[in-house]
């Protein structure tokens, strides 16, 4: 039994510089400072020595709990789990969040872990820290693996709670300054609503919260969102709901309410194409009014054939077409993500696709694209046929740590295929502008010659002519010139060195 009234967050870098507050961890953070409780979140990416810091926090702590989802976050999760349990074999070690929730199994599984929580923490992690500080056995907490006599033991799932009876998120431990260091911004995440009504077969939504939409009322979103932005400083706040949309009227509410209210900050969220396109002009004008600045949507592919296979059957090319002529009249900008490679996607498929988004970089300039590689996350709807599509997926926790879109390979697109595909989403990321979250710290020099280069890369994609690409080697060379500050762990860094094509 442990007496402790501290609780021991950690946050593994995320592989991005992106940085801002851990959403997950803010918000079961609330329920343990209520009860009591004192908390620490040590996140990784502000925080130089981080390992030590961990180690030193858990000395006298009830217990240790980790926030991941999929890919390269399972190498600091591993790495600081494994030190914590050398250094106090007793100590609790729980894993929570997107990882945990998929696969519960296997990562209680993993001989550093002691409880993995399933879904949504807020209820579960106080209900954890009461039980371990009473020393009471772990049955009768809701929604948990726990290790038992080397067995693993799951507990009764926890049915889910709308997002409107949750508490507010414990912004006030978030160290704004420090991410504003990495990011170059000042910014945090903000959830109004909880899951999808849709079920596409590469995402794992449905299967932590289910399809049933639930959000919060626009006077909360509006009162909440002034109040933290004007508390905090903040210049933008990134909605990371996974369908903003779905409740239009909500949406219209929530501008008139931020225009009213005169808020002085940007946002941005993320929607399905068809539910944009629902928006009239003036719609979208109101919310732009409202600071809405950037609207993201999975277009993912321009082949029917593809749609289908991914279950995209709401969306068509022509809701692109107008939500993206549309949000730019109102002056939002547009972002479109890409998935390569999902299964059924040849060639042919791969080329309309490309042609597609360069028209429509052409004809609505301002538009953007982001594209990823299929990566067979646990959970989405077509691992159900990971056998039949030939995907041999890792025995052990650990090997999830490289399933990660900008490397993934596939039984369908390796070596030399492979290699082609990531020099032309290269030469996609130069042929035309796009708008990260960080701030660009860049020099104008260097954006110029980033100008010329996207001309030879404009013309490469529309001839599907890749080879020779001495403009990645330039970019790349720039690249390096740049003065930004990197994040401790950085995706491009836990790259595999560029292959020569
Ligand atoms: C914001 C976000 C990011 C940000 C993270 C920034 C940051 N500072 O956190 C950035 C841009 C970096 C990012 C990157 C990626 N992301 Co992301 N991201 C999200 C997003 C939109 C919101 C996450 C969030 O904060 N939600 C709000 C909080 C309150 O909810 P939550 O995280 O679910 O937390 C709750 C529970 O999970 C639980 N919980 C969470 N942590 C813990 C810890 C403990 C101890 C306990 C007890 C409970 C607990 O309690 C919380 C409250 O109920 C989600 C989608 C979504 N709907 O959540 C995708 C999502 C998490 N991302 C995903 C993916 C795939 C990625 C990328 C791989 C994408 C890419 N193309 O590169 C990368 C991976 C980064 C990496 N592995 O290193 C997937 C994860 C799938 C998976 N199997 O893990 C999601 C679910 C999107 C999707 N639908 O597919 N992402
Ligand atoms: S629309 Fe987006 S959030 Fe909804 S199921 Fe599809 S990918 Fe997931």
């Not at 100590?91 to 929570?96: A, F, H, K």
């Not at 004809?363 to 077509?382: K, L, S």
Request: aromatic letters at 10%.
């Amino acid at each position: 039994m442990r007496s402790s009234n501290k609780v021991v967050f950690f946050f593994p870098s995320f592989s991005s510089m992106e940085a801002t507050a851990p959403l997950g961890l803010l918000a079961i953070s609330t329920p343990l400072l209520r009860a009591g409780y004192e908390v620490r979140i040590v996140d990784s990416t502000i925080t130089p020595g981080f390992k030590q810091r961990v180690l030193s926090e858990a000395r006298d702590a009830l217990c240790l709990g980790v926030s991941l989802v999929t890919g390269p976050m399972i190498r600091e999760t591993v790495e600081i789990a494994r030190a914590a349990k050398a250094a106090d074999p007793s100590l609790p070690v729980i894993l929570g969040g997107w990882h945990p929730s998929l696969l519960p199994d296997q990562t209680l599984a993993a001989e550093f872990v002691d409880i993995v929580v399933c879904g949504q923490g807020e209820d579960t992690m106080l209900e954890l820290a009461q039980y371990l500080q009473a020393g009471d056995p772990l049955d009768n907490v809701r929604g948990i693996g726990f290790k038992r006599g080397g067995k693993l033991v799951f507990t009764a799932p926890r049915p889910l709670r709308p997002l409107s009876e949750m508490p507010p998120k414990a912004y006030h431990l978030a160290d704004f300054d420090a991410y504003e260091r990495v990011c170059g911004r000042r910014w945090a995440m903000y959830t109004s609503s909880l899951a999808c009504p849709f079920n596409c077969a590469y995402c794992t939504n449905a299967g932590v919260y289910g399809r049933k939409w639930n959000a919060l009322p626009p006077e909360q979103f509006v009162e909440e969102t002034l109040d933290l932005t004007r508390r905090y400083r903040l210049e933008l706040l990134w909605v990371v709901d996974d369908n903003f949309l779905v409740d239009l009227d909500r949406a219209r509410l929530i501008g008139e309410g931020l225009a009213r209210g005169g808020g002085n900050f940007k946002w941005s969220i993320q929607a399905t194409t068809n539910l944009v396109a629902r928006l009239s002009a003036e719609d979208l004008k109101l919310l732009h009014r409202a600071g809405l600045q950037q609207i993201c949507q999975g277009a993912e592919s321009a082949s029917r054939k593809v749609l289908d296979a991914m279950n995209k059957d709401f969306q068509d090319l022509e809701s692109i077409h107008e939500s993206a002529a549309r949000c730019l009249q109102a002056g939002i900008r547009p972002s479109y993500n890409i998935i390569f490679a999902f299964p059924g996607e040849g060639p042919a498929e791969r080329r309309e696709t490309v042609r597609f988004m360069m028209d429509m970089c052409r004809r609505y300039p301002g538009a953007e694209f982001w594209t990823n590689i299929f990566t067979p996350y646990p959970g989405a709807p077509v691992m159900a046929r990971a056998k039949e599509i030939g995907l041999d997926l890792p025995d052990s926790f650990e090997g999830w740590a490289d399933f990660f879109p900008r490397y993934t390979v596939l039984p369908w697109l390796k070596g030399k295929e492979h290699r082609r595909l990531q020099v032309m989403r290269d030469y996609l990321r130069m042929a035309f502008d796009r708008v990260p979250i960080a701030a660009q710290r860049e020099n104008p020099a260097i954006h110029a010659i980033q100008r010329v280069i996207s001309a030879p890369a404009r013309w490469r994609l529309d001839h599907d002519f890749y080879a020779l690409p001495v403009e990645l080697w330039v970019h790349r060379h720039l690249k390096t010139w740049k003065s930004a500050v990197k994040p401790s762990v950085d995706a491009k860094r836990l790259e595999p060195a560029p292959a020569s094509c």
